[in-house]
């Protein structure tokens, strides 16, 4: 008999499967909906909210030009590489550099990594050379760290991608470009819809109940009083007649009957009552919050002006996208150059003139500083304005007046004596002073 009992515990323990509480087959079975109460994946993006804060990012990286450049003796540009095309037009025959990051940008927010197989030419002429990007689906990619070195050679960390046809591939580090969200050991991101579960599922709930009320004709909810006594299906039958009737848009401010001896108290607690504004507007500043996105961004204007609006986008890209492109930068730069173009100083950058770019009066006027200061040439600040370069335009120019400190005084003197300029009428031309005389340099 024990051997029996320990035989039936053995098979009981191995074909009893643990079923998570969010199983959809389970809330189903217990009278839930389960697309009411989830909001993980991609059913985050069924709240307003948390589609306009991804969207808001995803816009702002797929719309930035990306460029390579070379650190060799000064900043220059290396367009003639042959990653630039690939970079700025398009990664892969699918899409276009816009939709590529657009797409990795979605699903970084949305499930905390994003992922891109790094397709190697491993034959020909341009063997070892990067041909093509393709994003991955986050979903079905999987991490693995061996920290006990269980299989040699075959490296400490690998990811596993599951295709559509249920096949696995395993891909080494440097095949996947990988870009986290925010990150607890520097491997796997996470999401901040993790950290807003309750947030998002009350938003949810506030957009779900508002969506109701104006099925039902903003109707409003009561009880219905009766003298006497009513068998269950009496109740039930009642109860639905009531409703078809009251209910719905096409019975919206109409009058309804009740028959004798029922009487309708309607429960008058109203959306303010509720607090139901305040708290969806606190509950859109937290997601908002969350994933570094301004409040005017979300079409908040109550405290916004131009002044501020336009100090709020700077703070966008300092405070948010910054990190996220650095990110993105050093990623490619890593895994896109080989080790020799690295020691050459090859390096990817995403150009951010367009979104920190003023308004025309302050642009200029900084454009004027910068090339009476010998800072930039016209030419360069043509380039900034997308104008195309102009004959004499590559020197550097500076005011005349302008000298080393040390040097303070020297105009006032020849031959090393102190000079009255007060005296001197139609002197050599070579003492006099010039304000706005310019030099090259």
Not at 6 to 30: C, G, H, Q, S, Y
Not at 221 to 248: N, W
Not at 373 to 397: P, Q
């Amino acid at each position: 008999m024990a051997l029996w009992d320990k035989w039936f515990n053995r098979i009981r323990a191995e074909t009893v499967v643990p079923i998570p509480l969010n199983d959809p087959t389970l809330l189903e079975w217990l009278g839930i909906d389960a697309g009411e109460i989830s909001y993980r994946g991609r059913n985050a993006l069924k709240e307003a909210t948390i589609f306009a804060c991804i969207r808001i990012l995803a816009d702002a990286v797929g719309k930035l030009p990306i460029k390579i450049y070379q650190d060799k003796e000064g900043k220059q540009s290396a367009s003639s590489h042959y990653l630039a095309p690939l970079l700025k037009n398009r990664p892969n025959p699918w899409m276009s550099s816009r939709d590529f990051f657009k797409c990795l940008e979605v699903q970084r927010n949305t499930f905390g990594n994003a992922y891109a197989w790094i397709d190697f030419a491993s034959t020909g002429r341009k063997a070892g050379q990067v041909q093509g990007i393709y994003p991955l689906d986050s979903s079905r990619m999987k991490i693995y760290v061996d920290n006990a070195g269980l299989l040699p050679g075959q490296g400490s960390l690998w990811y596993v991608y599951t295709g559509p046809d249920g096949k696995e591939y395993k891909l080494r580090p440097d095949e996947v470009l990988h870009f986290k969200g925010l990150t607890f050991d520097g491997i796997v991101g996470m999401t901040p819809l993790e950290q807003l579960k309750s947030t998002i599922e009350n938003a949810g709930a506030a957009s779900q109940s508002l969506n109701n009320s104006f099925k039902t004709g903003l109707q409003t909810k009561g009880i219905i009083h009766y003298v006497g006594d009513l068998s269950p299906e009496a109740q039930k039958t009642f109860r639905e007649k009531f409703e078809s009737m009251a209910s719905g848009l096409k019975n919206a401010n109409r009058v309804s009957l009740l028959p004798i001896g029922y009487q309708f108290q309607p429960l008058s607690l109203t959306m303010a009552d509720a607090q139901f504004i305040e708290n969806t507007q606190l509950t859109i500043k937290q997601i908002a919050a969350a994933f570094g996105v301004k409040n005017h961004q979300l079409n908040d204007l109550d405290r916004a002006t131009h002044t501020n609006i336009s100090e709020q986008q700077r703070e966008f890209y300092i405070d948010t996208l910054m990190d996220i492109l650095t990110g993105y930068e050093q990623e490619m730069t890593y895994k896109l150059f080989t080790r020799k173009e690295l020691d050459e100083g090859y390096y990817i950058k995403f150009n951010v003139n367009a979104i920190l770019r003023a308004d025309p009066k302050t642009r200029y006027e900084g454009y004027r500083i910068a090339i009476q200061s010998g800072f930039l040439t016209a030419n360069e600040v043509r380039a900034l304005e997308e104008l195309e370069a102009k004959e004499g335009g590559d020197r550097l120019l500076i005011n005349g007046n302008m000298m080393p400190i040390e040097m303070a005084g020297e105009q006032y003197k020849k031959n090393n004596e102190p000079k009255n300029l007060g005296d001197q009428k139609g002197g050599d031309e070579d003492t006099k002073i010039k304000e706005e005389k310019i030099l090259e340099l």
